[in-house]
Nanobody
């Protein structure tokens, strides 16, 4: 099994930037699609971005143009660079990996391995 471990959350002002990192503990992210999700209080977990092993990425409409997902296969990490942050980006951010390739990268149920989450708070 692979255990994602997130880091990099914190408090930032509106318009600021943060970089989240997700490291694989145990087995690697090799061959796996990795996604970032977020969950704000009282709301459902929602997809933010995802990156396939071979190529390609996905972004939610609400973050497209502001967030960038990338992976470093040598370091076995996936990062989420967040810029132009808004108060509505405040949430717990989770990194997740699919055990096998699946057709959907936006449904939480399609991911097998989850990190513990890291809090991102954007102050107005």
């Amino acid at each position: 099994q692979v255990q994602p471990v997130e880091s990099g959350g914190g408090l930032v002002q509106t318009g600021g930037s943060l970089r989240l990192s997700c490291a694989a503990s145990g087995r690697t992210f090799s061959g796996k699609t990795v996604g970032w999700f977020r969950q704000a209080p009282g709301r459902e977990r929602e997809p933010v971005a995802a990156i396939w092993w071979w190529s390609g990425d996905y972004y939610a409409a609400s973050v497209k143009g502001r967030f960038t997902i990338s992976r470093d296969n040598a370091k076995n990490t996936v990062s989420l660079q967040m810029s132009s942050l808004k108060p509505e980006d405040t949430a717990v951010y989770y990194c997740a990996a699919q055990g096998v390739a699946r057709s959907s990268v936006t449904e939480p149920s399609q991911y097998d391995y989850w990190g513990q989450g890291t809090q991102v708070t954007v102050s107005s």
